[in-house]
């Protein structure tokens, strides 16, 4: 007679298994370093050319019920650009070819390495680069003289914030996506509107009523405004509101997305 | 051959069952796997034997039955028993943004090699495997072949007692395969259990000490490649090619000299004790054949004579 099996044991993740995958990582970028650095200008260029180029002709923008010269307002939304963009390379882009045609996972597994370590390490490793092009990135934000506030000293545990709030939501993306076409559609109707239109180019009063509150809703939304309120010492209890979303986020999209990879991998 | 309570089965599964949806994959089969001995599940594709060793290797949940692997539960100590397996997949699944020394010593970090131990191993392996050359190289360039041995090293990696093998030359060229054919019965050699599934008989008689046949999802004989040739077989096989008017005529009396006939579209075959003398009847009276062979009975007329059909489509 077959007995029914109980229902599976999902064994506990382990941090010491998941910084495994971390180690993984840094190994193969050791081979890919211009892959790794170039993601990190892509902001920088948008600084340089919408900030302080087109910033030109564009003056101030209202902030916090005064004016902000342009580049100081761009430069923090293109801090959290590059954040999201650490986050989407490693969290999105890598995971799921790994996942989908490359299968470095189905050889993963079958060491005492267990998916959700897998997923762990994997979300950690984009935060270690959203921080590393965040880190980078509030050099050149030094370098320019675009940071105007000793808040500005809290800029990176609140990068580090934003890596994880959106590296979990990315790993979400590899967990519903198979097909190379999703990657398109991935970039183009989620990260290229979140990358324009979540207060990063210009400010959300700029919006319909309508419309305001689903900007305000996105993840980017509350990383861009957080790490503006940080570089301008524009700091109240509405900041605080961006760290909990962020926060939360971070940990409702990484249990979400760890049960979406399992799901693709157990058969 | 279910071995007794406290015997030295590595592998016991009981009614192991494994469904996706609608179709039954393995379907409530017993076995057992000796420490020491090379094991095979021999069938066609979609017999189940992947999805067996798969829940073997705790990667695939078992949906009903009961399954222990070194004396250990797949259901809650997976992590234990992956740390005494090596896996050898169907498909390779090298890590190809590394380097083909750099496989290894990631797998022995994920199977936590002490760093002093693996060196050494890790240079060993590579040297087992034949890919010295080649160590410092990325995986893309290297051959089938050459993949398929840094998978096999891969499995190594953490010495295990037990080492599951996927099709392990299915797709390489006959050098290929008589090169990890000789390595797989150097690890025999050492100890090392083997539990292999193939398609080819070759392959089974060549490697198993015991195995089993499966067909649509079922176990339906098991043994060693000799018992299972002289207990569903004669000891010869005469094969014959005929033109359809021979065939006819062939057909009317040949009960008589064989103890079995296959009528396959191409071939016929003749089981018999003597294939010489069961094809000198028939040139005696007088039948054309196009081409005739007498051989040995392999495990491929064991597999046809059980399910009646080939073992490759």
Known sequence: M??????????????????????RNALAYKHYWIAFISGFFEPVFYLLAVGFGVGQYVGGVPYAGGTLEYASFLAPGMLAASTLNGAVFDGFFSPFFKLNWLKTYDGIITTPVNIPDIAIGEMMWALIRSTIYGAGFLIVMLAFGLVHSPWALLALPAVMVSGGALSAGAMILTG????????EKVMTLIVFPLFLFSGTFFPVSQYPDLLRPIVQATPLFHSSSLLRALTTGEVGTQTLWHVVYLVAMF????????????????? | MSSPPGSDALIEARSLTKRFDQLMAVDSVDFDVRRGEAFGFLGPNGAGKTSTMRMIGCTSPLTAGSLRVIGMDPVTQSSEIKARIGVVPQMDNLDIELTVRENLEMYARYFDVPRDIAGPRIDELIEFVQLTEKAKSKVEPLSGGMKRRLTIARALVNEPELLLLDEPTTGLDPQARHLVWDRLYRLKQRGVTLVITTHYMDEAEQLCDRLVVMDNAKIVTEGSPRDLIARHSTREVLELRLSDDERGRLKEWVDGISDRVEWLPDRVLLYTSSGDEALATIHERGIETETALVRRASLEDVFLTITGRSLVE
């Open chain 1, 2 to 23: 077959a007995t029914m099996s109980p229902a599976p044991v999902y064994p506990r993740p382990s941090y010491q298994r998941a910084v495994k995958l971390v180690r």
């Open chain 1, 176 to 183: 519903i996506t198979k097909e190379i076409s999703s990657l």
């Open chain 1, 251 to 267: 940990v409702v999209a990484s249990a979400i997305a760890i049960r979406l990879i399992r799901r693709r991998l157990v058969s």
